[in-house]
């Protein structure tokens, strides 16, 4: 098994908090005052765009801990 370089699992919880902050922003609040863009009261009033945005950003990271750390396999 190949050793892991330093700096991959900080890419990781990275992607993975960027992924779970992105499911977070979607899910309804009944308490928030502000309605979001989809219509509804959400977390984030931004929703979809903070969503998007979230997921792109997931994507970027986990594509970079890809091309550094497993290039050779």
Known sequence: MKKK???YIPLLILTILFTLASVLTIIPNASISKECLLG???LCSFTPVS???LIIAAGITCSLRKRKFMENI
């Open 5 to 7: 370089n330093r700096g």
């Open 40 to 42: 509804y009261k959400a």
């Open 51 to 53: 969503t998007i945005i």
